[in-house]
């Protein structure tokens, strides 16, 4: 959500003035209380403004941008995750470099004969090897992957907010959705469900900066 000019000036006026009532903001601004009645409303209900009967409005501490960080922590990942590549333990360097850029994208995930996550494999991973004149037709990428339990991931039901936070501090450019899942054996494993990506993480902020 992108807050208006004038929305932004009644909320400095109210930090300066508070308890301060509709009739003395709407002075301020040399308009008419009708006129800010939609930005008076918006302003409350999102939490930024207090409004107390015959008192008059209060400034809630809230910033605008605190508004932005509890917007983004509501969004979860299973509402913005994309696709997942995925590749088997016994793909080779070839196949996934060429998977890699017929997909568009800079991670791979490798899931083993059961079907779990059991490795990521990276753009960088694979340029290593190359430049390392290995014979990328006859490695397979469990050759190389990073493996079970160094793997970041996220859940259908964790937010962006903390999606964003794992490619941050990570300095990775995706990371896979995963559902956790129960073997045979009683032990958990992790089945790929989707993708988040520092592209998706933008694609939010686009849709917020529209509203």
């Given amino acids: 959500m992108q807050f208006s000019k004038r929305q932004k000036k009644i909320v ?15 002075e301020s601004l040399h308009l008419t209380r009708a006129t800010l009645r939609a930005d ?13 009967p015959k008192v008059g409005y209060f400034y809630t501490g809230n910033s605008i941008q605190t508004f932005i960080g509890d ?7 299973e509402d913005t995750k994309s696709f997942p590549v995925i590749v088997s333990e016994e793909t080779t360097i070839y196949d996934a470099i060429v998977t890699l850029f017929l997909e568009d994208v800079g991670t791979l995930f ?10 990521v494999v990276s753009r960088k991973d694979l340029l290593k090897i190359v430049v390392g004149n290995q014979d990328i037709h006859k490695i397979p990428v469990g050759m190389i992957m ?16 903390d999606a964003a936070l794992e490619i941050m501090e990570h300095e990775i450019d995706s990371v ?3 559902e956790s899942i129960k073997d045979q054996h009683g ?16 694609k939010v902020f686009v849709e917020i900066g529209k509203e």
């Avoid at 990073?146 to 907010?161: E, Q």
Wanted: glycine residues 4%; proline residues 4%; charged residues 25%.
């Fill in 187 to 202: 032990e958990v494993q992790y089945k790929i469900t989707g993708r988040i990506s520092k592209t998706n993480i933008t």
């Fill in 12 to 26: 400095e006026i109210v930090k300066k003035n508070q308890p301060i009532t509709s009739e003395q903001i709407a």
């Fill in 40 to 52: 008076l409303a918006l302003l409350t209900m999102v939490g930024i403004l207090d409004a107390r």
């Fill in 176 to 178: 896979p959705v995963v």
């Fill in 110 to 119: 490798v899931q083993n004969k059961d079907k779990y996550l059991s490795g």
């Fill in 146 to 161: 990073t493996r079970m339990p160094n793997i970041v991931f996220v859940h259908d039901k964790d937010s962006i907010y």
């Fill in 71 to 77: 917007y983004l922590h509501k969004i979860k990942v």
